[in-house]
């Protein structure tokens, strides 16, 4: 069975400052992949950044960067020069193998972010 | 532009009746999902399709029924069986992106279903 572990429920960020949001993941399977999403209040989400458990190098999206520590199993989203439009809730996301074939998603219980003046 | 749509935005219901959400995708993606979010949790996957014709349960697909007659819509139904219906349904769509090696999911606005 695959978990994914967010420990912030939530977290405050001066504007222009950098924050970091944690998460943790726990499966057996040897190749899997990880995901950000942002969920603001209009209720989409919406896609950040993806890492694959063989990628060499840490990913980044523009001001979103993934910490990846395969060792540790943890995906920490770093968001650089925080706008207030950050503010939204953030989830964490592991591609995990469907019954039928095909792949789906297993969702942590997100961060809520606020980016204050 | 391409991209899922969801409606009702709101729907409220009566206890004891069905109620059937839309999703409707142009994206062209094969496969399609139902999610759940409840407050304070993390999204559960209730229904998944990966063709046409085809449709699998996912972790909580007890008291849902989906149909896949089209490419472009996988509409949800909540039936009356479904205990605890209030929830904020998200539908989703993916592709195999081959640059990246993710399976993309693309989502929908949702549909904020209350039972009154």
């Known amino acids: 069975a695959q978990k994914i572990t967010q420990t912030q429920p939530g977290m405050f960020v001066q504007e222009k400052e950098a924050v970091t949001l944690d998460c943790t993941y726990d499966?057996?399977?040897?190749?899997?992949?990880l995901f950000w999403y942002k969920q603001p209040s209009s209720g989409e989400m919406i896609f950040l950044i993806y890492?694959?458990?063989?990628?060499?190098q840490n990913a980044t999206e523009g001001r979103y960067s993934l910490n990846f520590q395969k060792a540790r199993k943890s995906a920490n989203l770093v968001i650089s020069a925080s706008q207030l439009g950050d503010s939204a809730m953030y989830f964490c996301?592991?591609?995990?193998?469907?019954?039928?074939?095909?792949?789906?998603?297993?969702f942590g219980t997100g961060t809520q972010l606020k980016v204050e003046l | 532009d391409g991209g899922i749509t969801q409606s009702p935005k709101y729907l409220f219901r009566k206890e004891g009746q069905n109620v059937t959400l839309s999703c409707e995708q142009n994206?062209?993606?094969?496969?399609m999902y139902w999610y759940r979010q409840d407050p304070g949790q993390g999204l559960r996957l209730i229904y998944y399709?990966?063709?046409?014709?085809?449709?699998q349960k996912g972790d909580i697909a007890e008291g849902y029924s989906v149909s896949r007659e089209k490419k472009e819509s996988f509409p949800l139904t909540v039936t009356s069986a479904q205990k605890n219906p209030t929830a904020f349904y998200l539908c989703?769509?993916?592709?195999?992106?081959?640059?990246?090696?993710?399976?993309?999911?693309?989502f929908g606005a949702g549909s904020r279903l209350t039972v009154l």
């Open positions: 989703a769509s993916s592709i195999w992106t081959p640059a990246s090696g993710a399976n993309v999911l693309t």
């Open positions: 499966t057996s399977d040897p190749s899997y992949g």
């Open positions: 890492q694959g458990s063989y990628d060499q």
């Open positions: 996301a592991m591609r995990g193998r469907l019954t039928g074939g095909g792949n789906k998603l297993t």
């Open positions: 994206l062209n993606h094969d496969a």
């Open positions: 399709s990966q063709i046409v014709n085809d449709f």
